[in-house]
């Protein structure tokens, strides 16, 4: 099982069917068969057999659902278990040490250690993120996350973009120390620009971390998800 474990938190396994279904669901909250088949353009068996396979290993868990007049309808979720495929990066470990450094130094050490991490994380977007037009600005970005184990996408709202974060590597951390939230936010200032407006938290008990952004460049979009 260790074994299993391992190689289902590797940056491989999300680009597997499998794994493609298990990071949709988390975003969905919940899909039948059909559902997903119809966004992966596979046949509704082929998707079942996946998650024979995630039901078997404690991932997904089905129950019916009535959505209308016949019979109910079987739909797919995580289980509390899906939640050690996604990245965890210590969390209980680096509240451990962040708390110790604000009782022995201050909450300003702990700013300060933020602040450097913001600077290395939007340099490194700098690298990735350099389109001229704005939506295609916050698609590089959105896959930039994607890449470091965030279940990310955006759709387009009145005059800007709202990116939706529906996991948090961090989440747990950022309850205690929510310092930690500059990072992402400093990020968006520095590659998309404009207005932003943090309206939803993971940390806080919300359903996705989201942020409206709305680039000075931006001239129109129209209503979508991406």
Same mark, same amino acid.
């Given at each position: 099982?260790? *074994?299993? +474990?391992? $190689?289902?938190? *590797? ?13 949709? &669901? ?7 068969? !059909?559902?997903? !088949?119809? %966004?992966? *353009? &596979? ?7 996946? %998650? ?15 959505? *209308?007049?016949?019979?109910? /309808? &079987? ?16 969390? +209980?470990? %680096?509240?451990?040490?962040?708390? $110790? ?20 994380? @939007?340099? +490194?977007?700098?690298?990735? @993120? ?7 600005? #916050?698609?590089?970005?959105? $896959?930039? &996350?994607?890449?470091?184990? @965030? ?20 989440? /747990? #951390? ?24 943090? /309206?939803?938290?993971?940390? /806080? ?10 680039? !000075? ?5 129209? !209503?979508?998800?991406?």
């Amino acid at each position: 099982m260790l *074994g299993y +474990r391992q $190689e289902m938190q *590797g940056e491989r396994f999300f680009k597997t069917t499998r794994g493609k279904i298990v990071a949709e &669901l988390r975003r969905l909250g919940s899909a039948s068969a !059909a559902d997903l !088949a119809g %966004l992966f *353009g &596979l046949s509704p068996n082929a998707v079942r057999q996946q %998650l024979v396979v995630l039901e078997r290993d404690g991932i997904v868990a089905e129950r019916p659902v009535r959505r *209308g007049p016949t019979k109910p /309808t &079987l739909e797919f979720s995580l289980t509390r278990e899906a939640d050690s495929l996604f990245p965890q990066r210590y969390d +209980r470990l %680096l509240s451990s040490v962040l708390r $110790e450094v604000r009782l022995q130094y201050g909450a300003s050490a702990v700013g300060q250690i933020f602040d450097s991490i913001s600077d290395r994380a @939007v340099a +490194r977007a700098k690298r990735s @993120v350099t389109a001229e037009r704005p939506e295609e600005r #916050v698609a590089q970005l959105t $896959e930039l &996350l994607r890449h470091d184990g @965030v279940v990310a996408e955006y759709s387009l709202i009145d005059g800007g973009f709202a990116l939706h974060e529906h996991n948090c590597p961090y989440s /747990t #951390v950022a309850k205690e120390h929510p310092e930690m939230c500059q990072v992402v936010h400093h990020m968006i200032d520095e590659t998309i620009g404009g207005a932003m407006q943090q /309206t939803e938290s993971l940390a /806080t008990g919300g359903t996705e971390c989201r942020f409206e952004m709305k680039p !000075a460049d931006i001239e129109h979009v129209s !209503a979508g998800v991406k």
